[in-house]
C-alpha cells in the first residue's frame, strides 16, 4: 500500500517558477508525475525510480522541469520553471512498478493539485 498527497499548486503568472511535492507513505516506490486538463486523457510528465537514480521527461517538457526525491523525507517533488499557459492543469503523481510514461500502470495515485498559469 501507497498513500500519496500532492502540494504545491496555485495561481502562478507565465515566466514563474514553480515547485510541486508528493508526499508518500508506505514502500518507496517509483513515481510518476501527471498531468490532465478537461476532455484530456492524463499526459505523461516525468518519472523516478525508487532510489532516483534515473528519470525520465515527456521530451517536450525535458528542460524545463525537474523530478527528483527526498526519500528522507518521503518526497517526490517536480521543479516547474519558465512556466506557460498551456502548462495548466491538473497535476497528479502516482506509484507503482517500472511503468514510465504508462498512466494506468502505476497502482496508486494522489488526489491531484492544480496548477494555473496565466498571462
Known amino acids: 500500500q501507497v498513500q500519496l498527497v500532492e502540494s504545491g499548486g496555485g495561481l502562478v503568472q507565465a515566466g514563474d517558477s514553480l515547485r510541486l511535492a508528493c508526499e508518500f507513505s508506505g514502500r518507496t516506490s517509483n513515481v510518476g508525475w501527471f498531468r490532465q486538463t478537461p476532455g484530456k486523457e492524463h499526459e505523461f510528465v516525468a518519472a523516478i525510480t525508487e532510489s532516483g537514480e534515473t528519470t525520465i521527461y515527456a521530451e517536450s517538457l525535458k528542460g524545463r522541469f525537474t523530478i527528483s526525491r527526498d526519500n528522507a523525507k518521503r518526497t517526490v517533488y517536480l521543479q516547474m520553471n519558465s512556466v506557460k499557459p498551456d502548462d495548466t492543469a491538473v497535476y497528479y503523481c502516482?506509484?507503482?512498478?517500472?511503468?514510465?510514461?504508462?498512466?494506468?500502470?502505476?497502482?496508486?495515485w494522489g488526489q491531484g493539485t492544480q496548477v494555473t498559469v496565466s498571462l
Open positions: 502516482g506509484a507503482g512498478p517500472l511503468a514510465w510514461r504508462a498512466y494506468d500502470g502505476y497502482h496508486y
